[in-house]
Nanobody
Framework: VQLQASGGGLVQAGGSLRLSCVVS????????RAWFRQAPGKEREFVAV????????YYADSVKGRFTISRDNAKNTVLLQMNSLKPEDTAVYYC???????????????????WGQGTEVTVSS
């Protein structure tokens, strides 16, 4: 399974970006898809997840109401629409996939065994 993330860039505070992650090797229905981020000097943190069964979504409190995770099954792609961006959203964003993650463990990177290479998002104030 391979994941390829794209869509990062430089944006002013209050702006929007949409990240994409193309997944090859497994269909959308077989894996849950998530986004994590890692700011300089900080640990990787959970952003959002969409479960494989039913597509239920969950978000970190810091992005709830501003970010939306979705998927395009035809393109086997998971998207992260980011609105009302803040300087504290600056980080490298990673997409991840798992066929075993459960709700109580969605925030733990070690529950995801497939990772993309990351795409950098910089939000200027």
């Amino acid at each position: 399974v391979q994941l390829q993330a794209s869509g990062g860039g430089l944006v002013q505070a209050g702006g929007s970006l949409r990240l994409s992650c193309v997944v090859s090797g497994q269909t959308s229905s077989s894996t849950s898809r998530a986004w994590f981020r890692q700011a300089p000097g900080k640990e990787r943190e959970f952003v959002a997840v969409m479960f494989r069964n039913g597509g239920n979504t969950y978000y970190a409190d810091s992005v709830k109401g501003r970010f939306t995770i979705s998927r395009d099954n035809a393109k086997n792609t998971v998207l992260l629409q980011m609105n009302s961006l803040k300087p504290e959203d600056t980080a490298v964003y990673y997409c991840a996939a798992s066929n075993r993650v459960i709700l109580s463990a969605i925030r733990y990177p070690n529950q995801y065994h497939y990772w993309g290479q990351g795409t950098e998002v910089t939000v200027s104030s």
